[in-house]
């Protein structure tokens, strides 16, 4: 073990106040649930601007953006200030602009397999988009070998994609299927650094997830696949000189670290620059991670969650030497999709807080980080009465924040997600 900093951090329900001009009755907010993922939905976005008062009576604006979009993952905001990319996972990348979604989606965008949960994952900009206009797309890819996850670049100009082509495709093939099979996550959060590199995460690919047989998932472990990694590749998906495990041939090169399981956030810290992650756990184990380049995050020879059949996933739940223990692990689950640190000043008092995006728990959480990066408090919850599950956030140049959520977990024909803005709301008059 190299970090002794670990929580383990209970879930809790709070009464909160939703207010639409005039003030709603106390909604109670769901009760725990360890298994996050499995509470179903029957909430649909708002269709007006309302007013949120959260658990610390903090009063939030939630605006509509955008509605009846099919599972929308991944979202960049442009530089221009007027325009949003839109990612939905059955294949169809939409543009957002001025506050109102185009009928037409962007042409060009990867053909695609929407196998399970893939399909068009996130979408990123060139840190020199604003000259380049080149900008990134991660989505399942079928070939001889099954369905891979694959890493597209071409160049956007206001209303189309072109010169799109692969510049990365993952070695985590596993076989195929329809748009109703089970297994086989692929991550595919894309994140630039200060340094211009790309980071990808690559999920465990575990097709027999179901079951308690650790063939798929073990790759994890294995240096000489993708799967269950976070990679570390140049703008044009090449390997930079100094990964971690360049020059050894048991080992592929893009590997920066390993032993995840679902990795769906990626988050540089303001301060300190280090890179954080979270990951889905399976029956729990959530975990917030700070990666360091060739460390291996334990994925599946340690988890503090339970296999779906109930089984614990180790013998060791909890730390073996020489692997990394968690920063953060939540219980309940919180199904973390994505991270970001607050460095606006629209919200008094978030500035550097930890926000995560939870999907089957259905709400944000804010969590705060001392300045010996450890995890402090309890955290906070929010949005959770509307009942929605958050797939992606984003901090706006406004220090508004940009929020994606949908109803359902699966069907490439919902139309039940949105985007949504959140700002900060005047203070009810008296």
């Known amino acids: ?36 993922a499995t509470s179903p939905s029957t909430s649909n976005p708002p269709e007006q601007p309302l007013v949120v008062v959260t658990e610390n009576k903090r009063r939030l604006r939630v605006v509509p953006l955008a509605r009846g979009l099919s599972h929308p993952w991944g979202m960049a905001l442009l530089p221009d200030g007027r325009t949003i990319l839109v990612t939905e996972r059955p294949g169809r990348l939409r543009v957002v602009r001025d506050g109102v979604l185009e009928k037409t989606p962007v042409a060009g965008v990867p053909t695609l397999n929407p196998l399970f949960i893939g399909g068009l ?39 189309a994609l072109t010169d799109v082509r692969d510049i990365f495709v993952a070695e985590a093939w596993e076989a195929g299927g329809g748009a109703t099979a089970g297994g086989g996550t692929f991550g595919g959060r894309i994140l630039f650094g200060r340094d211009g590199l ?167 959480q804010r969590l705060t980080i001392n300045r010996e990066g450890l995890v402090v408090g309890r955290p906070e919850s929010l949005l959770g009465e509307l009942g929605l599950r958050f797939r992606d956030l984003r901090q706006g140049p406004e220090g508004a924040l940009y929020v994606l959520t949908e109803g359902r977990p699966s069907g490439n024909d919902d139309i039940d997600g949105s985007l949504l803005r959140i700002e900060p709301a005047p203070e009810a008059s008296k």
């Open 198 to 364: 790309l980071y990808l995460t690559v999920g465990d690919r575990d097709v027999r997830v179901l079951t308690d047989d650790p063939l798929v998932r073990s790759r994890a472990q294995s240096l000489r696949s993708h799967t269950g990694k976070v990679l570390r590749l140049r703008d044009d998906g090449s390997v930079p000189k100094d990964n971690p495990f360049v020059g050894r041939k048991d080992a592929l090169p893009e590997i920066f670290t390993y032993g995840h399981r679902n990795a769906y956030g990626l988050a540089f810290h303001p301060q300190t620059g280090a890179l954080w992650e979270c990951e889905f756990g399976p029956m729990g184990g959530d975990e917030l991670n700070v990666l360091v380049a060739g460390r291996n995050y334990g994925w599946p020879l340690v988890s503090a969650g339970r296999n779906y059949s109930g089984k614990l996933v180790s013998e060791e739940p909890w730390w073996r030497p020489g692997l990394e223990m968690p920063a953060y692990a939540w219980n309940p689950s919180v199904n973390p999709t994505n991270i970001l640190f607050y460095t606006g000043t629209a919200f008094a008092g978030w500035r550097n807080s930890l926000f995560v995006s939870g999907l089957g728990s259905k709400q944000l």
């Open 121 to 159: 994952m996130d979408v990123a900009l060139h840190p020199a988009f604003a000259s380049n206009q080149l900008v990134y797309l991660s989505y399942s890819k079928d070939g001889d070998r099954g369905v891979t996850l694959a890493l597209a670049r071409g160049r956007f100009d206001g209303q």
């Open 1 to 36: 073990m190299r970090r002794n900093r670990h929580a383990l951090i209970l879930g809790s329900a709070g009464l909160l106040a939703v207010t639409a001009g005039a003030a709603l009755p106390l909604a109670q907010q769901d009760p725990p649930n360890p298994i996050a």
